[in-house]
């Protein structure tokens, strides 16, 4: 099974700011990574898919990198609405696994 | 267009048998592996398991085996999780998706089990 380890858990920011969320992989799997967003009571919502590639519709101050076994998500300039909790996912096979979730809070 | 649809929020004692449904259209059904995740409440997402609708190949999450049943009936594009004996634990939130180079979701299905 792969193992995602996502980090960290927590993040406080502010309004501007630019931050980043890291996952790894225990093995690698490639580009088959996701980042999601989730909002209380919502679907988890695509953000990035094959590593690096902007779903349609997703603000250009996402974006993520990386490939084989570490990833990043990167938010520039942090806006009110991405007060979120986010996930990574791998895709390699078809037995998916999850990041244990980044919750962004205001600082 | 890709959509997954799925059943509505359902609400059973435990002990209770339920199978909930993830209707797919705007793709060729068989072609694609269908994958149900769990987020219970407060917690993160969780692969529960896969299914292929062409060959009914399935794989299940191992902390789970034999709780659960995934299958999918191509005849109706619509593939299923089911289970026979309802705990109070398997209350949350179930989302069917779809294995692609990019991802799409259903809009999840509310299981909530009362003792």
């Known amino acids: 099974d792969i193992q995602m380890t996502q980090s960290p858990s927590t993040l406080s920011a502010s309004l501007g700011d630019t931050v980043t969320i890291t996952c790894r992989a225990s093995q690698s799997i490639s580009a088959w990574l996701a980042w999601y967003q989730q909002k209380p009571g919502k679907a988890p919502k695509l953000l990035i898919y094959k590593a690096s590639t902007l779903e349609t519709g997703v603000p250009s101050r996402f974006s993520g990198s990386g490939s084989g076994p570490e990833f990043t998500l990167t938010i520039s300039s942090l806006q009110p609405d991405d007060f979120a909790t986010y996930y990574c996912?791998?895709?390699?096979?078809?037995?998916?696994?999850f990041g244990q979730g980044t919750k962004v809070d205001f600082k | 267009e890709v959509q997954l649809v799925q059943s509505g929020t359902e609400v059973k004692k435990s002990g209770e048998s339920l199978k909930i449904s993830c209707k797919a259209s705007?793709?060729?059904?068989?072609?694609?592996?269908i994958v149900w995740v769990r987020q219970m409440p407060g917690k993160g997402l969780e692969w529960m398991g896969s299914?292929?609708?062409?060959?009914?190949?399935?794989r299940y999450n191992p902390s789970l085996q034999g709780q659960v049943t995934i299958s999918a009936d191509k005849s109706v594009n619509t593939a299923f999780l089911q289970w026979n004996r309802l705990k109070a634990s398997d209350t949350a939130i179930y989302y069917c998706?779809?294995?692609?180079?990019?991802?799409?979701w259903g809009q999840g299905t509310l299981v909530t089990v009362f003792s």
């Open positions: 996912q791998q895709y390699y096979d078809y037995s998916w696994s």
């Open positions: 998706a779809r294995h692609s180079y990019t991802i799409d």
């Open positions: 299914t292929h609708p062409g060959d009914s190949h399935t």
């Open positions: 705007g793709y060729r059904f068989i072609d694609y592996w």
